[in-house]
């Protein structure tokens, strides 16, 4: 039997060291769990960061993926395909956007609603509507343009010069933003929750502030609901927990369940900022890519997933608070839905603790450097996330785990 530790060795050798993977090879998936290469089983609630919202190798989309394989998987955008034309009608009726582009990533998405904000002030005669205004402890992704409006210095770290004109600002303060927000913004970019920045749940009266602003300046407003969207957090888009509508967001993670596609998704006011020409993807949008959007779309219906995520997530929210009220490791306990967020104190070592349940055969992964981050298939049932609550106990009973090392 190839072992974790074999081929693990061989990844040293031969891929690129931006990454700190745990040290075990996975090779197969079923729901909410998966298997490494030497037949061990986890149960994973990292959801792949939040991407698999109709879980591991679903029959539905496994079906659909390879019907769709075997019939047209690539045309280019020199022509219309079935699939995306579906895909996008259903998008635009199930989230009332006007319109549909599509890309691959999260951060592809988001760069075309940078391009989008500036672009359409260009085509007003507003060449000097440029700038964007972004928040601190955020993440958009980590191209050029998306890393420029990151708020995180540490991924900045030997990246600059970033984008000229981003100022950032402190999440969930309207005050902050009325200061910035003028003559020269193109757009303001903001997760409607904070996921990789921490879990950080702001007042809807932020948003609906936020909105208000940016009409009375004449600034657009962006939302990144790559995280938050497609049921995540109880709603199918986190807007609706505020009601406001952006001028356009971007969509990724749960989209195609896994399969790399993304949206952005635009408004009337603005369904014209990118004319013939100015913006494009060879690969965005493909029938194969669609096909999967579709299933995850039909899977969503089928098995009431907006909903389950919202019962689901409130119980783990519950239970969240009851080990902040009951252990001194959580600080706090937040998040909407199946976006789950549980604070270390201080002193608790985050990597020991991933490791710590790893153990125990529970796969979870970190936000903002010291909160656990719950973000399992938009499926998960209840016995699974009490297996998970269980594995996090038993570390509470045993001490010396918590100081345990990352390996
Ligand atoms: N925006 C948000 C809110 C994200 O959480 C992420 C990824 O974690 C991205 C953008 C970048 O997405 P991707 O890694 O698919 O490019």
Same mark, same amino acid.
């Given at each position: 039997?190839t072992?974790?530790?074999e081929?693990?060795?061989?990844?040293?050798h @031969?891929?690129?060291?931006?990454?700190?993977?745990?040290?075990m %090879?996975?090779?197969?998936g079923?729901?909410r769990?998966?298997w &490494?290469?030497e037949?061990t089983?986890?149960?994973?609630?990292?959801?792949?960061?939040?991407?698999?919202?109709?879980?591991?190798?679903?029959?539905?989309?496994?079906?659909?993926?390879?019907?769709?394989?075997?019939?047209?998987v690539?045309?280019?955008?020199?022509?219309?395909?079935?699939?995306?034309i579906?895909?996008?009608?259903? =998008?635009?009726a199930?989230?009332?956007?006007?319109?549909?582009y599509f890309g691959?990533?999260? @951060?592809e998405?988001?760069?075309?609603?940078?391009?989008l904000?500036?672009?359409?002030?260009?085509e007003?005669?507003h060449?000097?509507?440029?700038?964007?205004?972004?928040?601190?402890?955020s993440?958009?992704?980590?191209?050029?343009?998306a890393?420029?409006?990151? !708020?995180q210095?540490?991924?900045?770290l030997?990246?600059?010069?970033?984008?000229?004109?981003?100022?950032?600002?402190?999440?969930?303060? /309207?005050?902050a933003?009325?200061?910035v %927000?003028g003559?020269? @913004?193109?757009?303001?970019? %903001?997760? $409607?929750?904070?996921?990789?920045g921490g879990?950080r749940?702001?007042e809807?009266?932020?948003l609906?502030a936020? #909105?208000?602003l940016?009409?009375?300046r004449?600034?657009?407003?962006m939302?990144d609901?790559?995280q938050?969207?497609?049921? #995540? @957090?109880?709603?199918?888009?986190?807007?609706e927990? +505020?009601g406001v509508?952006?001028?356009?967001?971007?969509l990724?993670?749960g =989209?195609a !369940?896994?399969?790399?596609?993304?949206?952005?998704a635009?408004?009337?006011?603005?369904?014209?900022g990118?004319?013939?020409?100015?913006?494009?993807s060879?690969? !965005?949008?493909? $029938?194969?890519?669609c096909?999967?959007?579709l299933a995850?779309?039909d /899977?969503?219906?089928?098995? &009431? *997933?907006?909903?389950? +995520?919202?019962?689901?997530?409130?119980?783990l929210?519950?239970?969240?608070?009851?080990?902040? &009220?009951?252990s001194d490791?959580?600080?706090?306990a937040?998040?909407?839905?199946?976006l789950?967020g549980?604070?270390?104190?201080d002193?608790?070592?985050?990597?020991g603790m /991933?490791?710590?349940?790893?153990?125990?055969?529970? *796969?979870?992964? *970190?936000?903002?450097?010291?909160?656990?981050?719950f973000?399992p298939?938009?499926?998960?049932?209840?016995?699974e996330?009490?297996?998970?609550?269980?594995?996090?106990? &038993? =570390?509470l009973?045993d001490?010396?785990?918590?100081?345990?090392?990352?390996?």
């Open positions: 039997m072992s974790n530790e081929l693990r060795l061989q990844a040293e @031969t891929s690129m060291r931006n990454y700190r993977p745990a040290p %090879v996975l090779t197969r079923e729901g769990h998966v &490494d290469v037949g089983r986890f149960l994973d609630l990292t959801g792949g960061i939040a991407v698999l919202s109709v879980g591991h190798a679903h029959p539905r989309l496994a079906r659909d993926i390879a019907k769709q394989s075997a019939r047209l690539h045309t280019s955008n020199l022509f219309y395909n079935d699939r995306a579906e895909l996008s009608r259903r =998008i635009v199930k989230t009332g956007f006007s319109r549909v691959n990533s999260g @951060t998405a988001n760069e075309a609603l940078m391009k904000s500036r672009r359409w002030h260009w007003r005669g060449q000097e509507r440029v700038e964007f205004v972004a928040t601190h402890r993440f958009h992704g980590r191209s050029m343009g890393l420029s409006v990151t !708020g210095s540490k991924y900045h030997g990246m600059e010069p970033l984008l000229p004109g981003v100022r950032f600002v402190e999440y969930d303060d /309207i005050e933003m009325r200061q %927000v003559e020269r @913004t193109a757009a303001v970019i %903001v997760e $409607p929750i904070q996921a990789e879990v749940v702001p809807n009266a932020y609906v936020l #909105r208000q940016c009409d009375e004449g600034a657009l407003l939302f609901e790559v938050t969207g497609y049921g #995540r @957090t109880g709603r199918f888009l986190c807007r927990h +505020s509508m952006p001028d356009a967001c971007s990724a993670k =989209i !369940g896994g399969f790399p596609l993304s949206a952005m635009v408004t009337l006011k603005v369904e014209g990118l004319p013939p020409g100015s913006h494009a060879t690969f !965005g949008g493909n $029938p194969l890519a096909a999967a959007g995850v779309l /899977i969503f219906e089928e098995e &009431d *997933l907006v909903e389950r +995520s919202e019962v689901q997530g409130r119980y929210g519950q239970h969240l608070n009851r080990l902040v &009220d009951k490791v959580f600080v706090d937040r998040g909407r839905g199946l789950r549980l604070e270390l104190a002193g608790i070592d985050p990597a /991933i490791a710590a349940l790893r153990k125990r055969r529970v *796969l979870l992964t *970190l936000a903002g450097g010291n909160v656990l981050r973000v298939a938009l499926n998960v049932t209840r016995e996330l009490d297996e998970g609550l269980a594995a996090i106990e &038993d =570390i009973l001490p010396p785990l918590l100081q345990g090392t990352s390996s």
